[in-house]
């Protein structure tokens, strides 16, 4: 009986925020076709399955708000028994625009390490697998989430490299993203948390080393570069572009080398609500390149060719924090076709 007066008070401060919410909540929302007090009760089940926290009742409401339009859109998608999912996740109450300020991949402004013919490998794909995954050898490092910071180029770019380090080595390692974030700006033209690419990267990577994620943490913020040289365990020795708008030339680097580096159109509800299955709709998600993920393998599903894609927000995302994309041609679905690279290396000890 001594818990009674605790049950007491988190009784009523639950019945009063819903009543703050069901007081103030836009009548005309409307979530999975329920009335607009189940999208309050939704809503703040949400917040606590996220531990979400608001600082004042206006953002409570205005989150509630997007949320319940964020939930519709969810629904309309899913009605129609398309070949992905969508669903309720962390990001939910976040608008578009949000989401959108989170992407980082920025558009090349400046030269690179590699340039013209020497630029390209050109692979044989007469006889390529029916399909490729790399994540059960090793190659693939757990999936991470890099949180408010726009530092997917980092993640892209390091998991490239650490696919080239597990076949050099067969050890599985985290290598850092973070010394990536504070140290390859300036002359390497990437801008920490605000985004970059990945042959910036990989420049950067080339010129210095990189140490792991046990000597230089991942931090998800901009910070003062600490690298310590005696820590880098890998360099490059060169990094190569996949032939563009071919997806039989990314089968065979996929297949061939490793894990890919490649961009993608991903700020559209596409993405940001993905749950499971193939995006295949390439009117949604179009090829207006924004974010940079990780190509992990390929395969196919009820007569549907698709990619397998590594992405960095966190295994609570889409499939364990990975996404399967339409293999089709030209640009490719959300832009897969467009981008893709890779590197070599040289371990330094």
């Known amino acids: ?56 009742l206006e953002e409570f409401l205005q989150r509630m708000e997007v949320f319940a339009r964020n939930a519709e859109v969810i629904n309309e998608h899913n009605s129609q028994n398309g070949g992905y999912r969508m669903g309720v996740n962390k990001f939910s109450d976040l608008t578009e625009e949000e989401m ?10 400046g030269g690179r390490k590699i340039d013209g013919e020497n630029s390209f490998i050109i692979f044989n794909t007469t006889d390529l697998p029916s399909s490729v995954d790399w994540r059960p050898t090793g190659a693939v490092t757990p999936v991470q989430d890099q949180g408010s910071c726009g530092s997917c180029y980092a993640f892209s770019a390091v998991g490239a490299i650490e696919g080239a380090y597990w076949k050099a080595t067969n050890k599985t390692t985290d290598l850092s993203v973070q010394q990536v974030v504070d140290c390859a700006d ?21 010129d210095n ?25 890998v360099t490059l020795t060169h ?50 390149l924004d974010h940079a993920v990780l190509l992990v393998g390929y395969g196919s599903e009820s007569g549907k060719d698709y990619w397998i894609v590594k992405n960095s927000w966190g295994s609570d995302w889409g499939e364990k924090g990975y996404v399967r994309i339409l293999i089709s ?10 981008t893709p690279l890779f590197p070599t290396i040289k371990l330094l000890h």
């Open 239 to 288: 990094y190569y572009d996949v032939t563009h708008l071919n997806p039989d030339q990314l089968k065979g680097a996929v297949s061939q080398v490793g894990p890919i580096s490649i961009g993608v159109g991903a700020g559209n509800v596409a993405w940001f609500n993905y749950a499971g299955g193939i995006i295949d709709n390439a009117d949604v998600c179009k090829p207006n």
């Open 209 to 233: 080393g990189l140490q792991t994620n046990v000597t230089y943490p991942y931090t998800g913020g901009n910070g003062y570069c600490n690298d310590e040289p005696s820590d880098y365990v």
């Open 1 to 56: 009986m001594r818990f009674a007066p605790a049950l007491a008070v988190v009784g009523f401060v639950a019945v009063s925020t819903v009543y703050l919410a069901t007081s103030y909540a836009p009548k005309s929302t409307n979530f999975l076709q329920t009335a607009s007090q189940d999208v309050d009760l939704t809503f703040i089940n949400y917040i606590g399955k996220y531990q979400k926290s608001y600082q004042t």
């Open 186 to 206: 300036g002359e390497w033209q990437n801008q920490g948390c605000g985004g970059g690419l990945p042959d910036y990267v990989f420049d950067y990577v080339w």
């Open 100 to 109: 959108r300020a989170r992407l980082g991949l920025i558009k090349r402004h």
């Open 329 to 338: 041609s030209g640009y490719g679905v959300c832009g897969v076709n467009m």
